[in-house]
T-cell receptor
């Protein structure tokens, strides 16, 4: 069974500083994809970044980067130069195999950016 | 390009009633997935439809059902509503049904309250 663990229920970060949100996963499928989503208080899920299990390099998207350590089964999200608008819930999710679009989500981490 | 739309945005129903939620995917997207989000259980996958066929199904009772039309619009139905069905129901669409690198675009959700 697939499982996603986010051990940080809540995090605080000072504006303009970097923050790392932790995510570990468990799967027996060698082919999988890892996603990070942001959910502001409005409720809509916003895609941030994707990492495939066969990708050799860590994914980056603007201020977001994914620290992918395959042997440790971790996929931590790094947000650089935090902004007040980054305050939201962040979810790590995984999709297994090559059929379908079922995502399994972690419990999420609430991030609060302080000015 | 218009995003994923969900109607209605808010809904209040009474125990025992049934409800139908609608999701219109991004134009050209053939895969539609549904998720339930509650404070206690987090984000849970309900089912996925691709080209009018249910391809994946989560662990929900038979009271939860869905369908997809030829224009890829999808509906989900919950019969005999229970208090525990109160949740944010999110719909997501994806460009392609196979492969791992296709992100899912989420709609704003329908917030269902069962009294």
């Amino acid at each position: 069974a697939q499982k996603i663990t986010q051990t940080q229920p809540g995090m605080f970060v000072q504006e303009k500083e970097a923050v790392t949100l932790d995510c570990t996963y468990d799967t027996s499928d060698p082919s999988y994809g890892l996603f990070w989503y942001k959910q502001p208080s409005s409720g809509e899920m916003i895609f941030l970044i994707y990492q495939g299990s066969y990708d050799q390099q860590n994914a980056t998207e603007g201020r977001y980067s994914l620290n992918f350590q395959k042997a440790r089964k971790s996929a931590n999200l790094v947000i650089s130069a935090s902004q007040l608008g980054d305050s939201a819930m962040y979810f790590c999710a995984m999709r297994e195999g090559r059929r379908g679009n079922k995502l399994v989500f972690g419990a999420g981490t609430i991030l609060r950016v302080k000015s | 390009k218009a995003g994923v739309t969900q109607t209605p945005r808010y809904l209040i129903k009474t125990r025992g009633q049934q409800v139908t939620l609608s999701c219109s995917p991004i134009s050209g997207h053939r895969s539609v997935s549904w998720y339930q989000q509650t404070p206690g259980q987090g984000l849970q996958f309900l089912f996925e439809y691709f080209s009018e066929t249910q391809r994946n199904k989560g662990n929900f009772p038979g009271r939860f059902s869905g369908r997809q039309f030829s224009n890829s619009r999808s509906e989900m139905n919950v019969s005999t509503l229970e208090l525990g069905d109160s949740a944010l129901y999110l719909c997501a669409s994806s460009l392609e049904g196979q492969g791992l690198a296709y992100e899912q675009y989420f709609g704003p959700g329908t917030r269902l309250t069962v009294t």
